[in-house]
T-cell receptor
């Protein structure tokens, strides 16, 4: 149980285009999903916290107009990188926290497999 | 802000024990975690410890927490080649934000 998927797993796009990444909780509902960015050989940096039905909360230094987050249902959050540039190339990972009970007793987040974005 | 630090590399021989260390700065952390990341994949929770504990053992994994020194360690007994991965420690205090260390790449030599 507690599987999180991301789609696509890998995407290559031209500079100036927009890319949408989906994060789905497959067998549980998640009120909260998180988006992270990971640079090579570096840690995960939290970009934003996404709550179903409300606006995302962005971390300091993350441009909300650049990284659009939509959390339309309890099982889906999307991250759109608008007008992507080569410096946006990175590994984007989402995580989801289950709605009530079970794993939330220790506040676990379940992570997706990540999306490798390459902007040419 | 919160700062979580780890050494970048560790190399051990198969069958030996591995000890991965982590220090953090936020004394109000509630939970501390160890995650494993294999190449090109997301993070897999290995184990966690609540901040009022000082040790937790789970099969081959032993977590030690020194809250006074803000030091967390993960010991893997009888390390196998399949344990080769990047290990991240993380801390959380308000059930929303996780702060991750930079990851320790564990290389297990056969």
């Amino acid at each position: 149980g507690a599987v999180v998927s991301q789609h696509p797993s890998r995407v290559i796009c031209k500079s100036g285009t927009s890319v949408k990444i989906e994060c789905r909780s497959l067998d549980f509902q998640a009120t909260t999903m998180f988006w992270y960015r990971q640079f090579p050989k570096q840690s995960l940096m939290l970009m934003a916290t996404s709550n179903e039905g409300s606006k995302a909360t962005y971390e300091q230094g993350v441009e909300k107009d650049k990284f659009l987050i939509n959390h339309a249902s309890l099982t889906l959050s999307t991250l759109t990188v608008t007008s992507a540039h080569p410096e946006d190339s990175s590994f984007y990972i989402c995580s989801a926290r289950p709605l009530g009970g079970g794993a939330t007793a220790y506040n676990e987040q379940f992570f997706g497999p990540g999306t490798r974005l390459t902007v040419l | 802000g919160e700062d979580v630090e780890q050494s970048l590399f560790l190399s051990v021989r198969e069958g030996d024990s591995s000890v991965i260390n982590c220090t953090y700065t936020d004394s109000s952390s509630t939970y501390l975690y160890w995650y494993k990341q294999e190449p090109g994949a997301g993070l897999q929770l290995l184990t966690y410890i609540f901040s009022n504990m000082d040790m937790k053992q789970d099969q081959r994994l032993t977590v030690l927490l020194n809250k006074k020194d803000k030091h967390l360690s993960l010991r893997i007994a009888d390390t196998q080649t399949g344990d080769s991965a990047i290990y991240f420690c993380a801390e959380s205090k308000n059930f929303n934000k996780f702060y991750f260390g930079s990851g320790t790449k564990l290389n297990v030599k056969p």
